[in-house]
């Protein structure tokens, strides 16, 4: 069967036009909608494979309703299709998680290219899950052995979907790229006091010192594994952002939007739980 | 205080809550604290990368995240803070970040990314930011508090 596509447009003639590009590229244009109105029951309904977004619309824009869209289903895969084409609005497109841009007039070629993109598998996404986990887990041996002095051994662990519990002190490092994601690394208040002394080389003063060893840590396992992956595939522009630490009383750890690929480092001081997950990235851009 | 970090957040809120159900959207306050605070409930952290770096969490007790979820999901009774509540409040916190790197580049800091959102779970938790202050915003949205911790350099 085709793949099927919805087309959102406030213009009748824009929606004959984008249907017959469809039409003769042998897809599917199983609904349409003209506003905000109607949007979200028609996308049930017809439950199409990619939508094509309007920007500029009477009432909510193209951006708003691509928010529903998202709210209503955070697998929806949307194009904008708009005369718009500026860098804010592209920016905003890609932080709201459109998976393409064409802009107005349509070329059909441009168009139905854009859409077989999206709908292929992303080879880059497949990498990063093949490849992720193994190269944070790489970069956290190396570097907890050569700053603790201890020697690593990853132990399986469940990759289910119940949440994680944290063990004591949790950093968090968010990941940006052409797919974002997120590094949580965990431990125990204890297991963290014995490596800050064994990388101190005497006991830790206080509580701020130990929670600066978590943060130097996560930072650099999460800089070096994603140097690494960038260096295998510069496409994949991986950039981190400093660590937020969690710690007090025990918290539980959820990531709604990504799948987190989860093992345990087992070292002389205790275990460290490291998480990985990234989120498939925008396709293409025309 | 900086004012080009206060009000892109403000008008992120202002601007987005509304269209995910909410009415009336209010700043209670502002304050700025030290790189640690104290949370009770639920955090929502994404972490901001580009011409400025650091981090935006959203926090709000436990039943406040329960009846914010409800509300977004048009009147739904949550009785737990359970994998659709959670993610209905994490895609707020996207959605709500999204706008604000938007409205942080009208005034002229460009270039932002943010990640995916974590959300942290917990009674008595304490979150530790990368930067030496944290500015706190706080909001009443349809008379649920919420906090806003902006931490960026």
Known sequence: ?286 | MDVNIINPILAAFTEILPQIGFQEVTKKGISVVGSTFDYDGVLINLAVVGSTKGVIMIGMDLDSAKRFASKMMMGMEVTDFDDLAQSAVSEMGNMVCANACTQFCKVGIEGLDISPPTLMISQGGKATLPVPQTIVIQFTVDNININVYVGLM
């Not at chain 1, 996308?43 to 094509?52: A, E, L």
């Not at chain 1, 130097?216 to 999460?222: G, R, S, Y």
């Open chain 1, 1 to 286: 069967m085709g793949i099927k596509v919805m087309v959102v447009d406030d213009s009748p003639f824009s929606r004959m036009m984008i249907g017959e590009v469809l039409t003769e590229g042998g897809y599917q244009v199983v609904g349409e909608a003209e506003s905000l109105e109607l949007l979200i029951e028609t996308y049930n309904s017809c439950k199409p494979d990619v939508v094509t977004m309007d920007i500029a619309m009477p009432g909510a824009d193209g951006f708003e309703c691509s928010r529903e869209l998202r709210l209503n289903d955070p697998k929806a895969k949307i194009i904008l299709v708009s005369s718009m084409k500026d860098e804010e609005s592209e920016a905003e497109a890609k932080r709201i998680g459109i998976s393409g841009y064409v802009q107005k007039p349509v070329d059909g070629e441009t168009l139905l290219q854009v859409i077989k993109n999206i709908m292929s598998p992303d080879s880059l996404f497949e990498q990063l899950l093949e490849r992720g986990l193994e190269t944070f887990k790489e970069a956290l041996a190396q570097n907890v052995t050569r700053m603790a002095k201890t020697p690593v051994i990853f132990s399986p662990i469940e990759n289910s979907s119940t949440p994680y519990i944290s063990q004591g002190i949790t950093a968090v490092i968010g990941i940006i790229g052409q797919s974002a994601g997120s590094m949580i690394m965990d431990l125990s208040v204890e297991s963290a006091e014995k490596i800050t002394e064994a990388m101190l080389r005497r006991p830790s003063k206080n509580r701020e010192e130990v929670l600066a060893m978590v943060s130097e840590l996560a930072n650099i396992i999460a800089g070096i594994a994603c140097s690494m992956l960038n260096k295998r595939d510069k496409a994949f522009a991986l950039r981190v952002s400093p660590p937020s630490l969690f710690h007090g009383n025990t918290a539980e750890i959820v990531s709604p939007s990504v799948k987190i690929q989860r093992s345990l480092a087992e070292t002389d001081f205790g275990s460290i739980f490291l998480g990985v997950g990234f989120k498939k990235g925008s396709k293409l851009w025309m």
